[in-house]
């Protein structure tokens, strides 16, 4: 697996460089906050790992006031703003090394990205965690004050919710010593992602390669999404099995998984055999891991991955889902890249919505191992949301390849606009 961490504490030292420091219980920054980011009518608040309150009056990251956790009395901030993307992190100085040197998830202290995950206090009441073990041996039960959400030995560690109460006598447990002893060696946010847009059928060639024999007849591929919905008529032969990785009932409420399976394996029933998928003949498995809203969680994307490879032994798993990228390798881009080596699946990632600009490659679509696709238009043009490489930390070559990603008809899911 290449490391990119070299690339991750040159971003993290560019950063430092536009930063104030906080002395004081109220943290100003400067002006100039994007548009993007729409002031709430009331105070929001989010709770830091480290057990520190970041206060947005009137939720404007521009009036932001930090309240120290218990004990915390001589902690200095620094303010980190990224205009361009719209976020505001706030750093406590005595956990930044432990961030530099990647032990330490900088989103943790990102508070305009916790906000619209919808982690803020008054939509979450723990923190959700991915810890990484030293040893992989080790359990999560030698973690204090985490409850254990889900194990992921596909990254050799566990999911965790830490309560907000209990923050920061959760991290102080873990100093230099108590992690040694914990074996953990990272801590990562369980963040939040997004579905994101896939591609068409007779621009790529798909009718030449069914007359070749190529159908996708015995091969199982895994959609990791919204779910699909078995009922559609193009789906209901070609399901052969599932798992549901969110608290969300089964089905596919939000239409996206849906819409993706039948882009992959549609038999063109309700259409007459106007739109029918790449592969008609493929098996699907249908590995539901994101909300009736579209949000995935990473440690149920990792998981699912887990299954869909190991378990289910998907020859293709397809993942039309992303988050930003950072320079580092996190836990989905390190899962993905032992899988791949472990079982060889393919995985395939939608390399993001985020274009035009240079390097907006969306997570996990960075990994080594991915096959990462681009979308263009109708007339072979890159599509200008497309997200574009190189990629962060090391300038690698991604997108892989390209595929048709604009305006594309497919199945939709029942009871879903």
């Known amino acids: 697996m290449r490391s990119r961490k070299r690339g991750l504490a040159l971003a993290l030292a560019a950063a430092l460089v536009v930063t104030i420091a906080g002395n004081a219980s109220a943290a100003q920054g400067a002006t100039g906050e994007p548009a993007t980011w729409p002031p709430g009518n009331a105070d929001q608040v989010v709770t830091l790992i480290t057990g520190d309150k970041v206060i ?187 798992k549901n990785f969110t608290s969300d009932p089964a089905g596919d409420k939000f239409g996206h998984g849906t819409h993706v399976a039948s882009i992959i394996a549609g038999t063109a029933a309700a259409s007459g055999g106007k739109y029918k998928g790449v592969a008609p003949d493929a098996q699907l498995l249908d590995g539901k891991v994101c909300d009736g809203e579209g949000g995935c969680e990473e440690s149920a994307v990792i998981a699912a991955m887990q299954w869909a490879a190991v378990e289910q032994k998907a020859k293709v798993v397809n993942m039309s889902l992303g988050w930003p990228d950072t320079a580092e390798v996190n836990p989905m881009e390190a899962a993905l890249n032992r ?39 109708k007339s072979d043009q890159l599509a200008e949301f497309s997200g574009r490489g190189p990629r962060l930390g090391d300038g690698s070559i991604k997108p892989d390849v390209t595929a048709p990603g604009v305006d594309i008809v497919a199945a939709r899911a029942k009871n879903v606009e």
């Open 56 to 242: 947005l009056t009137d939720g404007d990251p521009a009036k932001l006031r930090v309240e120290r956790g218990p004990g915390r009395d001589k902690v200095v901030f620094r303010v980190l703003r990224d205009n361009k993307a719209g976020h505001v992190t706030v750093l406590p100085m005595d956990v930044s090394a432990m961030v530099g040197s990647g032990r330490l998830d900088r989103r943790l202290f990102d508070v305009t990205g916790l906000i619209r995950m919808g982690y803020d206090d008054a939509h979450l009441r723990a923190t959700p965690l991915i810890v990484e073990y030293a040893a992989r041996q080790r359990s999560a039960s030698a973690l204090p004050g985490a409850t254990i959400t889900r194990q992921l030995p596909a990254v050799g560690g566990a999911a965790v919710q830490v309560p907000k109460s209990a923050s920061g006598e959760f991290l102080g447990q873990l100093d230099a010593n108590a992690r040694s002893a914990a074996g953990i060696s990272k801590i990562w946010l369980d963040g939040k992602g997004k579905v994101l847009l896939d591609q068409s059928v007779p621009q790529i060639g798909a009718p030449a390669a069914w007359k070749a024999g190529y159908t996708g007849k015995g091969v199982k591929v895994a959609v990791l999404d919204t779910g699909i919905d078995k009922t559609h008529p193009d789906l209901s032969t070609r399901v052969v099995g599932g």
């Open 339 to 377: 899988l791949t080596a472990q079982t060889g699946t393919l995985f395939v990632v939608a390399a993001g919505n985020s274009g035009p600009d240079a390097q907006t490659l969306g997570s996990p679509a960075s990994a080594d191992a991915a096959l990462t696709v681009g979308a263009v238009d």
